[in-house]
């Protein structure tokens, strides 16, 4: 993780790549993820597979995940 990164405490990162200005919070699960561009992971939310490709094509289809 770099130093911008934000990861809540009981947060779960499995496999994972964050960079700079990924906000993960409480409750929420990431699992094989490489995340370099800006993402809000919101309460509860389970993310798998997710790349920066992904997040530029598919955005609308993250329900409860803010894209910044």
């Avoid at 130093?3 to 009981?10: F, G, I, K, L």
């Avoid at 790549?17 to 094989?32: I, K, P």
């Avoid at 561009?37 to 997710?50: R, W």
Wanted: with cysteine; aromatic share 2%; charged share 10%.
């Amino acid at each position: 993780m770099q130093s911008r990164a934000s990861v809540a405490e009981d947060a779960v990162l499995v496999n994972c790549v964050v960079g700079d200005d990924v906000h993960v919070s409480s409750a929420a699960a990431v699992v094989h993820c490489h995340l370099m561009s800006p993402i809000h992971i919101n309460s509860g939310c389970v993310i798998t597979g997710l790349n920066d490709s992904d997040i530029s094509v598919c955005s609308p289809v993250f329900v409860g995940c803010v894209l910044v």
